[in-house]
Every structure is written in structure tokens, then in C-alpha cells.
């Protein structure tokens, strides 16, 4: 017997509206030992059942003019069949039936998805390939709760949302289907029908783990278990490192500009991987940190408006690419870090906005949900479903991808209600105050779920306030971030380098300032691609003077930056002196390095990276104030400034020195706290760096019966016109 269709339910999946196909489509019971098996078939002449146990066949009936197909057969529901069906053109395919196959999101799934707290949610969402009962598919889920319909559509079933409706669990908001024969490679999307104002969209997926090349944006099927890893020994050996007591010297980088091929199109990433860590160990970096590759869709936004949370863009590769990429590097010895965009996201069409026709992952109200600054949304942290998806991205490129560390973008942007806001323009919190309080208790939980997670990885917040203990544990109040990007310490230094060197005298504090903060927090003393694009000019064309006085000023500027406590960070191109503003249209200036100005730049900062690599006072105490000390800090007149770095051995320890005036200080002295001969290690105006080669002639001993500054004893030294001294005591060395 037949089981009779309600005439609304029949015309609703006829129309492609019927949110609940697994109550009309597949088997139904229909009497003792028997099951009624439906199928809509809207191209199909005809369609026979074949069971797969016997290979017993049936004619299925046409019970609708537009492609419903019915049988009924001995059996029951799970028993295995498939279609044979011939098209209106005469061609004949063989299928499976989706709705033969129950959903398999569970109820703690769906509990722990609603609460927030299913941190590995991209396993349970997205489009993952599965096999059921020997078929091979993939299994669809999204979370669209305001709508009543969803589809998933794609060039398996020619976009046709009638064909591949989606199952809610209960009322959970969450749809899943399985849909046998699809497979890697498959384009698709989600089909929404919305119950609000009757909003239609049709959207990628949130959880998709690849996607169409840019401009195309749909969702593209993808198996991410496949790669087989041979870093277990980075990992080994990551999660057991003291990042706080270990140089870190990072290389930061725009994929898409770094290097382009012949025809200035976008690299592989296997080729980029192969470039870059053979540069990188080259020139003694020890981290590279990549400008945003989740997916996006405008090449301006440098990756910071994104599309994709689970994606690496296809603008390089595959994600096997990209997990090449990360593989070759830890091989390597180069550590792996990610910006990762959780404080906004665009209003494109195809994405997160508006999902499911109401403001999903978005606040509906501007105050609280559009970004004044650059015109986009800013998620909704107080909603779990939210939470969860942005913890879960996270979590996925450090356990998926091997990533190292996340350095968060924009973290002021999400502390803050009135950020870039006008009075009457945001709404306070419950307390009448500006603190986003659901934004700084995602932030905590995501630097407790990160460190608890994955051992070893690291976390950077690019937090411009001062906002108190930023990377501070959560358990003593802090936000729980590894280290904070200095942004005072960059904009002061490059302020006091634009300067003619002889207005200097009246800005020193600009030198000395952040040494009075420097260790309330665990910073990274970046240069970063933020102070080199919108009519900013390159960290070369900053410095005041002439060509001669540039080069040496950045030269000076590095040495500094290095022997400053805290973490370094370079943009791409800083370390060869790239002249042009950085664009993300071209590939950085390499043919500079023909011209020997520009190779000594290179030069200095290799044989630095590899000094400080070799220093342990130079990192071994960023964090504390053990590490640092100044000699001279007041020489107003003469800019010039004098310090050491300590290290757990407090008898190893550096003298820098570093003269701000394009004056050569003859017979300067300084005060040091031990007898000896002070060799001097790195000097920044040596020649082969495109210096002048001012120095001391390889070192300096002291004068014993000399008392300078608080120390006993004193050294003279020449100190280099735009010049930094690192000087060592040689405890070897015999006065001749």
C-alpha cells in the first residue's frame, strides 16, 4: 500500500519549500514488513528501485507529473537500495537515495553546539566525506535556525535547491544531510529560505573547508585527513618550549607580494614554502607570521575581511598546499604563525552576513553590530552558537593546519563598546560603562582554550590601549594572551627617527618612554606592514637625512629594535631596505639587492638575526626587569644612549650603545661594571653593511682607575655616526 500525501506537504517539496523531506522522501512504513519509497526526480522519464541485498528491481510509479516517484516494496527502513534512473534525454544514472540514510548529529552534539562548548564543532559542521554502510558521500550540516528551508546546492545536482533539502534536528537550528556519490572537488552551497520577511539567500558554507578562486566564492568539498605530517619532531619539541626565555625574531608576511612567478601571478604554496624557508633560515628568522589566508574575498583587505573561517585561500593552492607549506617550514626549524580575524567580518552576500535572513552571527543593532571604520560587521560574542564557531576556527588551524601561534587582529576594536564610536553612537553595557563585557570573556576563553589545547602554541594580541595586563594569565584577572604586540614603542621610535637628528635632543623621551612599561606586559617589538602601506612611506623613506643618513638610520633602528627587550618582528622587504611603499598588487622590490646599498641593509640584518640567535641576554630575560639596565640615559646634548642585557648568567652580559646624530663622538665614555677588554661584536656602520666603517678597531679595554657613571671603571670608545655598538667582555683576552 501507498501512504497519501497531504496536498500542502506534496506542493511544498514540489516547490522546493519543505523543511522536513525525511517525513515525506526515502522509505516510509507503510503496513507489516513493508515500506513505501518515495523519490523526487524532477528530470527523470523513469526510475526503478534496486535492492542492493538481492538486486531485485521495481518500476517506481510516477505519482506527480513533476518528478515524484513512488514503490512500494517488502522491507524496512535501513534496508539498502539504490535508483537506476533514465532522463528525458534518454541517459540512464545510478544513485543512491539521501533519505535512506538517518542524520548523525546527536543530541549531546547538538546540546554541546547550543551551549557553546563543541570546540571541535568544524568535525560535526561543514562538508566532511564520509562512508555509511559502505557508501561513499558527504555529510552537509549548517546552522541556519530562522530559516524553514535549507538545500544543499551544487554542479552534482545542476544548483537545483527542489533536489537536496536538508533535515533540522528536532527544533536545534542545525540541518544535516548525507548525500551519497558526492565527492572531493564538489562546488556547492546552502540554499536558504528564511522565515523572516521572506528573505532567499544563497550562501558558502561557514564551516567550508575550501573555496572557489576568487571571484568565484562558492564552497568546494575537500578531505583534510589525507596529508601525511613529517613534523612530529617540531611538535615534539614545541610543546615543551619556553617561548618567554627562547629568541624569537619573526619574519612577517603577505603570501600574495612576498614572491610572484614570471607572469607577477600568485605562487603555490609548496613553491612559496620551499622559497621562503630557504630565506628565512638564511637570514636567522626564526618565526614566519602570515598575514591572514583564511579565505577572503578582496584583494585590498590584505585577508582581514573574512569569508572563509575554516579555508585557506585558493589563491595559492589546495589546503594539502597549505598543509605543505607549514610541514616544509617546521622542517626547517621555522615556527608558523597565523592572523586570525575574530573582531569582524564582511557584509558579502555569499558569507556570514545575514545567514539565515536575520542578523545570525551579527548584533542587529549598528550601535553594537557594524564596524564604523571599515564598513563591516562585528560578531555577536554574547550568542553561544558564536562562540563556538570562532573557538572552534581557531582551535581547527592549530590542530588541522599545525599552526604555531595566532596573532589576533584589532583586539582594541573588540574590548571596547565606543570603539571609533561618537557619543550616541553605542550602547553601554549593563554597568553603564564602555567594556565589552561578552567580547573580553570570548578573548579570555580563547587564550584558556589555545594554552590548555594545544601545548606550546602561542598567542598575540595587536592591542592598541592600554588596556591593563593584556598577556596576563586569565586565573589573575588578565585577558590570557602569550605576548602583545608594542605599538607605543612603534610609534614612538618611528617618530623619534623621522626627526632631523638635531631636534632630537628635545624628544629623548621618545627613546626612553616605553622603558618605563616594558615589562608589564610580554611584548613583541614589532615593525609590522600597519606602518608601511596608505601614504605611510617605507621604514627607509621614515628616516631623516640623506641617502647615506637612511640607510644608516635603519640600520641604527634595527640594532635597536634587537637590543630592546622584548620579541622583534619585521614586514617583508624592512630587512633589504624596500624603497617603494608595500602594495599587495606586486611582489616586493628584490632587484634592489643588485645595488650594494640595499645588500649591506640585508647583510646587517642577517648577521644580526644570527647575533641575537647566539645572545642569550638578548632574550632570556625580555620580560623582566633583570634583563636590562641603562649606563647613560640622559646624554640629551648628544642623543646618544647606553644600556646592557643581561641573561641567566649575569656575567654574560652585552653593552650596547647607540648614538642618534649623524656625528662621529670621538673618546666617548661609558662606565661598565667589569675590568677587561670590551670586543665589539656588531657594529652598524661597518662597510659591509654600507657603513663608514667608524669603530674602535675591533674593541676597547678599559681604564681601570676611570669611575664613570656608577661603575668603577670605564671604557672610551668612537662611537659611529648613526651608529649602534654591541660590545662583549672578552674574559680571554691579554693586554699586549
Given amino acids: 500500500m501507498t501512504i497519501e500525501l497531504h496536498p500542502g506537504a506534496l506542493a511544498s517539496l514540489l516547490n522546493g519549500d519543505h523543511g522536513s523531506p525525511y517525513n515525506i522522501l526515502g522509505p516510509q512504513p507503510a503496513g507489516e514488513g513493508q515500506i513505501s519509497v518515495r523519490t523526487f526526480q524532477p528530470y527523470a522519464q523513469t526510475v526503478t528501485l534496486i535492492k542492493d541485498a538481492t538486486g531485485e528491481r521495481f518500476e517506481m510509479t510516477r505519482a506527480h507529473q513533476d518528478g515524484l516517484f513512488e514503490v512500494t516494496i517488502s522491507g524496512a527502513r535501513g534496508d539498502l537500495y539504490h535508483y537506476e534512473a533514465k532522463t528525458k534525454r534518454d541517459t540512464s544514472v545510478t544513485f543512491y537515495d539521501p533519505y535512506a540514510f538517518e542524520p548523525q548529529m546527536t543530541e549531546f552534539d547538538v546540546y554541546l553546539l547550543r551551549q557553546g562548548r563543541h570546540f571541535d564543532s568544524y568535525e560535526k559542521l561543514g562538508a566532511h566525506i564520509v562512508e555509511r554502510e559502505g557508501v561513499r558521500g558527504v555529510r552537509f550540516a549548517v546552522w541556519a535556525p530562522n530559516a524553514y528551508r535549507v538545500s544543499v546546492i551544487g554542479d552534482f545536482n545542476g544548483w537545483d535547491a527542489r533536489l537536496h533539502p536538508m533535515q533540522m534536528y528536532s527544533d536545534s537550528g542545525f540541518w544535516e544531510l548525507f548525500i551519497p556519490g558526492v565527492d572531493e572537488g564538489a562546488v556547492y552551497r546552502y540554499s536558504i529560505r528564511s522565515r523572516n520577511m521572506g528573505y532567499r539567500g544563497e550562501k558558502s558554507d561557514p564551516y567550508g573547508f575550501f573555496s572557489e578562486f576568487r571571484p568565484a566564492n562558492a564552497s568546494v568539498v575537500a578531505e583534510l585527513d589525507r596529508y601525511e605530517w613529517g613534523d612530529a619532531h617540531w611538535i615534539e619539541q614545541r610543546a615543551t618550549r619556553d617561548m618567554f626565555k627562547q629568541p624569537m625574531a619573526t619574519y612577517e608576511v603577505h603570501l600574495g607580494s612576498w614572491q610572484r612567478d614570471e607572469n607577477g601571478q600568485c605562487l603555490n604554496y609548496r613553491e612559496i614554502a620551499r622559497r621562503l624557508a630557504a630565506y628565512c633560515v638564511d637570514m636567522g628568522y626564526t618565526h614566519v607570521e602570515l598575514m591572514p589566508i583564511t579565505e577572503y574575498p578582496f584583494d585590498g583587505s590584505w585577508g582581514y575581511q573574512v569569508t572563509g573561517y575554516f579555508a585557506p585561500t585558493s589563491r595559492h593552492g589546495s589546503p594539502e598546499d597549505f598543509m605543505y607549506f607549514v610541514d616544509h617550514l617546521h622542517q626547517q626549524g621555522i615556527g608558523v604563525i597565523l592572523d586570525w580575524v575574530p573582531a569582524h567580518f564582511p557584509k558579502d552576500g555569499h558569507a556570514l552576513a545575514y545567514f539565515d535572513g536575520t542578523h545570525l552571527y551579527e548584533h542587529a543593532d549598528p550601535r553594537q553590530g557594524e564596524h564604523p571604520d571599515w564598513g563591516t560587521f562585528i560578531f555577536n560574542y554574547g550568542r553561544n552558537e558564536v562562540r563556538n564557531f570562532l573557538l572552534s576556527s581557531a582551535l581547527f588551524w592549530l590542530k588541522k593546519y599545525h599552526i604555531d601561534g595566532l596573532r589576533v587582529d584589532a583586539v582594541a576594536s573588540m574590548l571596547y563598546l565606543d570603539y571609533s564610536r561618537k557619543q550616541g553612537e553605542w550602547l553601554p553595557n549593563e554597568y553603564g560603562t564602555n567594556e565589552n563585557l561578552a567580547a573580553i570573556s570570548f578573548v579570555r576563553e580563547f587564550n584558556t582554550l589555545v594554552h590548555r589545547e594545544v601545548p606550546g602554541a602561542i598567542t598575540i594580541a595587536e592591542e592598541s590601549t592600554s588596556w591593563a595586563m593584556v598577556s596576563r594569565p586569565t586565573y589573575v584577572g588578565g585577558l590570557g594572551f602569550t605576548f602583545k604586540w608594542n605599538m607605543g614603542w612603534m610609534h614612538d621610535t618611528l617618530d623619534y627617527m623621522k626627526l632631523n637628528p638635531i631636534h632630537r635632543r628635545y624628544h629623548h623621551h621618545l627613546i626612553t618612554f616605553a622603558l618605563i612599561y616594558a615589562f608589564n606586559e610580554n611584548f613583541i617589538l614589532s615593525l609590522s606592514h600597519d606602518e608601511v602601506v596608505h601614504l605611510k612611506g617605507s621604514l627607509l623613506t621614515k628616516m631623516a637625512g640623506d641617502w647615506w643618513q637612511k640607510f644608516a638610520g635603519l640600520r641604527l633602528l634595527f640594532a635597536s629594535q634587537y637590543t630592546m627587550p622584548g620579541k622583534k618582528l619585521h614586514f617583508m622587504g624592512q630587512e633589504f631596505g624596500q624603497w617603494n611603499e608595500w602594495s599587495e598588487e606586486r611582489a616586493l622590490d628584490w632587484y634592489l639587492l643588485d645595488l ?41 646634548e648628544n642623543s646618544v644612549f647606553a644600556y646592557m642585557r643581561f641573561g641567566d648568567d649575569r656575567a654574560d652580559f652585552l653593552l650596547v650603545v647607540c648614538n642618534y646624530t649623524p656625528v662621529v663622538r670621538s673618546g666617548y665614555r661609558i662606565g661598565v661594571p667589569v675590568a677587561g677588554y670590551y670586543r665589539e661584536i656588531m657594529n652598524s656602520d661597518a662597510a659591509i653593511y654600507g657603513g663608514g666603517d667608524v669603530g ?19 671604557v672610551k670608545l668612537t662611537l659611529p655616526p648613526l651608529g649602534c655598538l654591541i660590545l662583549k667582555l672578552d674574559r680571554d683576552a691579554v693586554k699586549g
Fill in 696 to 714: 674602535n678597531g675591533g674593541g676597547a679595554w678599559t681604564d681601570d682607575d676611570v669611575p664613570y657613571h656608577v661603575h668603577q671603571q670605564s
Fill in 596 to 636: 650594494p646599498t640595499h645588500q649591506g641593509v640585508q647583510n646587517f640584518m642577517r648577521d644580526l638575526n644570527r647575533l641575537y640567535a647566539a645572545q642569550p641576554a638578548l632574550w632570556e630575560h625580555d620580560f623582566d626587569g633583570k634583563g636590562f639596565e641603562w649606563i647613560e640615559v640622559n646624554d640629551i
